[in-house]
């Protein structure tokens, strides 16, 4: 099995709910988050995770850019902010501002802001984690 990029028909069937967008929108993100991932044969990535983080990357920037609600953010993978306070009776969890925390691409203002961004940063962090030290 060699790393492949995923082609719009990839993205649609593991991601139906971005199909009211346009194939050529849709295949420019592709494109975009295929470069920011890196080149097939220059990649850190294991094999495995290749296709699914440029998927991943690409739903989130599509979420982003409010492609599935012509341009106005959408609620579809939002992510609400870190959660600040939580009670078990009566149930209440309070979340934080998105933004909040320690800043940069893991607080609310980037990745972390969509469902689809944590789950690529998850897979950054399992692919790029610090050596093991014993």
Sequence with gaps: MAFTVPTYSDFMTR?????????????????????????????????????P???????????????LSGGATSSVGQYAGPITKERVGEVEVTYGAQGSGSGGAASGDGLAS??????????????????MVA
Excluded: K
């Excluded at 050529?24 to 995770?49: F, I, K, M, N, S």
């Excluded at 983080?53 to 409010?66: E, F, K, R, S, Y």
């Design 114 to 131: 969509t469902v689809y961004g944590q789950r690529y940063l998850a897979l950054m962090r399992a692919n790029f984690s610090g050596p």
């Design 53 to 67: 983080a440029i998927m991943l990357l690409t739903a989130h920037t599509l979420i982003v850019d409010g492609a």
């Design 15 to 51: 991601y139906p709910v971005f199909a009211p967008i346009s194939e050529p929108l849709v295949q420019a993100v592709l494109d975009e988050a295929a470069g920011t991932v890196g080149a097939p044969d220059r990649t850190r990535w294991l094999e495995g995770d290749y296709a």
